[in-house]
Structures are given as C-alpha cells and as structure tokens.
C-alpha cells in the first residue's frame, strides 16, 4: 500500500494535476506540459508525510461500526438552500480547486457570517479566476486549494462581478485590488476523514454551516440513481487520473445503497470481507457534494457520496476534508503598492517593497507582496504539510505566479495593487524594487509606480509616486526610489 500512495504523490507533482473539466482534462491529460519544476526536497517530504498516513491506518482500525453519531449532530444537513450558499456553476478550464475554495465555500462563509444572501448577483459572490489566472500556467492547467487560500489570505478575493470569467490575464484596475484586499480568509484547516472516528467533527462542522471542501478521483467514477426520487449516489470513485475537488454541503446519515447485493442496507456487517467491520462496510451515511461542473452533471450538479469511499480510498486527499472561515471584519489595507507595468513574462518576476529614513539609499524594511515572491508563504499550523497542502504552488520557492504576459485583459499595461500594509509604521521614503528569479529576464516597462495610503474606510489618502518613470525595465531588474 506504501508504494502505491508514494506513486499517487509523485503523479501529483510530475504528471497530471487536479480539476477537470470534461473536455479540457483530455487535453490536460495528454499534454501535462507547462509543470513547474519538483522542488529539492520533495522525496524526503512525501515519505515523511507517508510515516504520518500511516500513523493514520493505525488509527483507523480501532474503528467499529455504529451511526457514528452521538454528537447530538442531526440526522440530516443540507447547506444548498440557505440563501448564503452560493448557486450551483459550471467551471471555466480546470478551475474546480479554486471553485471548491473560493466561489463556493469562501462565499458561503463571509455571506453567512453577515446574514447576507448569495443568490442576488455576481456582486453578492466571490470570483474564482483571479486565482486561477494567477496559479494556472493555462486553462487546462489544475491548481490546489490551498493555494487559492494562501494567495486570498495576502490579496483577498475579487467579486464575480469583477472577474466574472476565466483567462490568463489578471485583473486589471487599482480600485478593484483595494476592494479585494479587504475580503480574505480568517483561517483554514483539514479534517482527517478515513475512519468512523472522524465523523462526528466532520458532521458537526457541517451541521454548524460549514460547506466543505473534498478531493477524489474522478475519472471512471461510477454512478447511480437512488429509488424515490432521491438523486444520484456516487457508488464508486476512479482509481487512476488527477484528483478533482469538489464541495460538501451536508449529509444524510440514511441515504445508502445496497453494495455487496444482500438485500439489505447496512452497517454492521462486514462486506469486504477484512475481518472487522470499519467505515468502508458501512453501506448508509453518505455527504451531499455539491460538482464545479455544473448543473449538467448528476442531479442538478449535485451527488451523494458514502462516507465509506474515504475508508476504500487510495487517494491521500480524499482522507481529508478542507474548511476555511471568513474574516470577521472588512478590513482594509492601509498601504498598497499601485504599479502600472507591462511585461512579455511574469513568471519570473519578484516584487520588493521596503521603506527606510529620508536620506537613506537602501531600506532598512521590506515586504514581498505575493505572488511576486521569493520565499515560501508559511503553513497555517506547526506540523507537517498534508497530502492537500505538501504540492501547493506557494509551498515552493516563488514567485507563485504561473507563466504568461503581464498585462491587462485586453492587452496593454495592467494595473496592479499590491498589499504592503506591513511597511506602514515607517516613515521616510519608499523603495521599489523588480528582479527576475532564477535565472529569468525581465521584458518590457513600468510605467507608473506610486505607494498610496488609505484610511479606514479603504479611501485614498496619499499617493507617492516613484520618480524616474515611464522607463523600460532592466533585464536583471531595477530600482525606484520615492522623493
Ligand atoms: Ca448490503
Ligand atoms: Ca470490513
């Protein structure tokens, strides 16, 4: 089994990815070009994490069978008709990674937590493609949650309305970045979900209003129609190809399906023949999943999955769970960088910000807003990264940005705004500076850069220009400096 899910980890960094779309996952599947590079390191990491898994089968055997209850949970959850809950879309590309994490349980989140509804319109819900343009070499190309969580947590998160649609462009407007910058996550975790241990956490999470994010193998899943009108059950999951992620959005602990054909519908039997009876023989319990494919798929875009495919996974993701919260207050940054720039290649960019005295020709404080950063952002906990964060793009050394032009979506310079609250204490002057990492070229000009401050509400205050502008960037890169 070892080798197995050392196998399955190393698909994910060197082959095909997550997400899928039907028709783009066939080129994505043929092609799996555009990978960045597997960072030093990494075969030490995934054997690390495979000791902790396998901690986690240890664990898992002591499990018995029973409803899994007794967390005063109700029997039932469905989150699809709160009116915070955002509706069911198809995905553009292979964004579902950014749906999952973004449109679907980030909205639900900051709109539940306010009392507001996420039906009105696309200004009522947050925008998938920003993060997508900046982490997806193309539209075939995959991404991970996690990434999505980290870049929203630095930048926050546009609104459908304005990014209504996926492209490689990013979006353009400095207002719009200020905007965004005030929507971010609080905090987000993952949730083991392999053994009936983990149920009553991952029932309660949903019962107190927190859709879920889950991962499987999508491809040559099979599914079924429920009698009685119920829906469509997902009876099994694929067990080769890239993983896709798709949403919970609650759960139903009699919702079940007869699998080893003895005309009844069990828990306490032992199906699969192991010796013992643990999730993968229960035969009732099933999550309401919620696919970024849309309404087309299933039963208006929506399946239930038995609790018991997490135990019969061989997929490391699909033995966690993702949930992410709002930030409770809008709070807007204090100092953004606004750069108006047009460059033939990102993907190389790094962007540092930094401040220093009056008279000071070096400064003595600097940030690099992501993505346009050197270092790895940090994990959210202590321990040792998860099958669903150990490939995440921001885990490497960046700049985080997926290749392509900078520049607006029409083409042109775009205009950015970068979070660099961090530099606020400082007084004196601003320092700016543009390099190319790893060996890459910077192209083309910056033709305005200013830091500006705002104030509480997100209003402009100030704006400091850099001098020296328009000017064509230097190669290996360059420095403006403010009065
Ligand atoms: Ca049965
Ligand atoms: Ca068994």
Same mark, same amino acid.
């Given at each position: ?220 899943? &099979? $599914? ?5 009108? @119920? #829906?469509? /059950?997902?009876?099994?999951? %694929? !067990?080769? +190809?890239?993983?896709? =992620? ?91 960088? &606004? $750069? ?5 290649? @990102? #993907?190389? /960019?790094?962007?540092?910000? %930094? !401040?220093? +005295?009056?008279?000071? =020709? ?122």
């Amino acid at each position: 089994m070892s080798v197995s899910v050392f196998l399955y980890l190393a698909r994910g960094v060197s082959g095909t990815e997550k997400g899928d779309d039907p028709a783009a996952g066939r080129r994505k599947l043929a092609g799996g070009k555009g990978r960045a590079p597997v960072w030093p390191g990494l075969r030490a990491v995934a054997w690390t994490l495979l000791a902790g898994l396998g901690g986690l089968t240890m664990t898992s055997c002591r499990s018995t069978g029973g409803s899994g209850d007794g967390t005063g949970t109700p029997p039932n959850v469905d989150l699809t008709v709160k009116p915070w809950f955002p509706p069911v879309v198809r995905q553009q590309g292979n964004s579902c990674a950014q749906q999952a994490g973004l449109y679907y349980l980030l909205t639900a989140e900051w709109n539940r937590q306010r009392g507001l509804s996420s039906r009105h319109s696309p200004a009522s819900r947050l925008s998938p493609y920003q993060s997508y343009a900046m982490l997806a070499d193309n539209q075939a190309a995959g991404t991970h949650v996690e990434d999505g969580w980290q870049l929203a947590g630095s930048m926050g998160v546009p609104l459908e309305s304005e990014v209504p649609r996926g492209g490689s462009a990013l979006m353009h407007g400095f207002d719009k970045y200020v905007r965004a910058a005030s929507r971010k996550p609080d905090r987000w975790q993952y949730w083991p979900m392999r053994a009936a241990g983990d149920l009553p956490a991952v029932r309660k999470l949903l019962a107190s209003g927190h859709p879920l994010a889950c991962d499987f193998q999508i491809r040559g899943a &099979k $599914l079924v129609k429920l009698p009685d009108g @119920r #829906g469509t /059950l997902v009876k099994e999951w %694929g !067990t080769t +190809g890239p993983g896709h =992620t798709m949403v919970y959005a609650g759960y139903d602990e009699l919702v079940g399906w007869d699998f080893n054909g003895d005309g009844k519908i069990t828990n306490d039997i032992d199906i699969n023949g192991d010796g013992r009876v643990t999730l993968a023989d229960w035969e009732r319990g099933a999550f309401l999943m919620v696919n970024p494919w849309g309404p087309g798929w299933a039963t208006g875009g929506k399946a239930w999955v038995p609790w018991r495919t997490h135990a019969q996974a061989g997929w490391p993701r699909a033995w966690e769970v993702a949930s992410v919260t709002a930030a409770s207050s809008d709070k807007p940054p204090r100092l953004m960088l &606004k $750069l108006l720039i047009q460059l033939r290649d @990102r #993907g190389s /960019l790094i962007i540092t910000a %930094g !401040t220093g +005295g009056r008279e000071a =020709t070096r400064p003595d404080r600097t940030v690099q807003p992501p993505p346009f950063r050197a270092i790895p952002l940090p994990l959210t906990h202590s321990g040792t990264p998860g099958a669903w964060e150990v490939f995440a793009r921001t885990r490497r050394s960046g700049p985080f940005l997926a290749s392509g032009p900078l520049a607006a979506p029409g083409g042109g310079p775009v205009e950015l705004g970068l979070d660099v609250s961090d530099l606020e204490k400082n007084e004196g002057r601003f320092f700016l500076e543009l390099s190319a990492a790893g060996g890459g070229a910077l192209d083309g000009t910056l033709i305005k850069a200013s830091v500006v401050t705002l104030d509480r509400s997100g209003r402009v205050k100030e704006e400091i220009p850099f001098t020296d502008l328009p000017a064509r960037v230097p190669r290996s890169g360059g420095r403006w400096v403010s009065p």
